[in-house]
Nanobody
Framework: QVQLVESGGRLVQAGDSLRLSCVSS????????LGWFRQAPGKEREFVAA????????SYPDSVKGRFTISRDNAKNTVYLQMNSLKPEDTAVYYC????????????????WGQGTQVTVSS
C-alpha cells in the first residue's frame, strides 16, 4: 500500500518559481515509478512529469519541458516537482501518482494517487 500526500501549492505570480513535494508512506517507495499530473477546472487530468524508480529516467510533455523538473529522494520517500517560469495556464490542482511501471503518460497508468495541491498563477 502506498499513500501519497502532496504539499507546496499556493498562489504565485507569473514568472515565479514553486516547488511541490509529495511524501509517501510505506517501505517500498524506492521500487515505484512516480508521476505528476494536473487538472484545471473543466479539463481532463494531464501528464506533467514522470521519473523512474532510480531517478535515472525522466519525461515531460512539451508544455512544461525546460520549465519543470521532477526529482526524487528515496531516502526521504519524497518526490519533487520544481516549477520555474510559471504561467497562468499552469494553474491547476497538481497530483502525484505512483505505479510499478515507468513511463505512463495517462492517468490510467498509475495505481496510487495523492489528494492534490492547488497551484494558482496570477498574471
Amino acid at each position: 500500500q502506498v499513500q501519497l500526500v502532496e504539499s507546496g501549492g499556493r498562489l504565485v505570480q507569473a514568472g515565479d518559481s514553486l516547488r511541490l513535494s509529495c511524501v509517501s508512506s510505506g517501505r517500498t517507495f524506492s521500487t515505484y515509478a512516480l508521476g505528476w499530473f494536473r487538472q484545471a477546472p473543466g479539463k481532463e487530468r494531464e501528464f506533467v512529469a514522470a521519473i523512474s524508480w532510480s531517478g535515472g529516467r525522466t519525461s515531460y510533455p512539451d508544455s512544461v519541458k525546460g520549465r519543470f523538473t521532477i526529482s526524487r529522494d528515496n531516502a526521504k520517500n519524497t518526490v519533487y516537482l520544481q516549477m520555474n517560469s510559471l504561467k497562468p495556464e499552469d494553474t491547476a490542482v497538481y497530483y502525484c501518482a505512483a505505479d510499478q511501471r515507468y513511463g505512463g503518460t495517462y492517468p490510467s497508468a498509475y495505481y496510487y494517487w495523492g489528494q492534490g495541491t492547488q497551484v494558482t498563477v496570477s498574471s
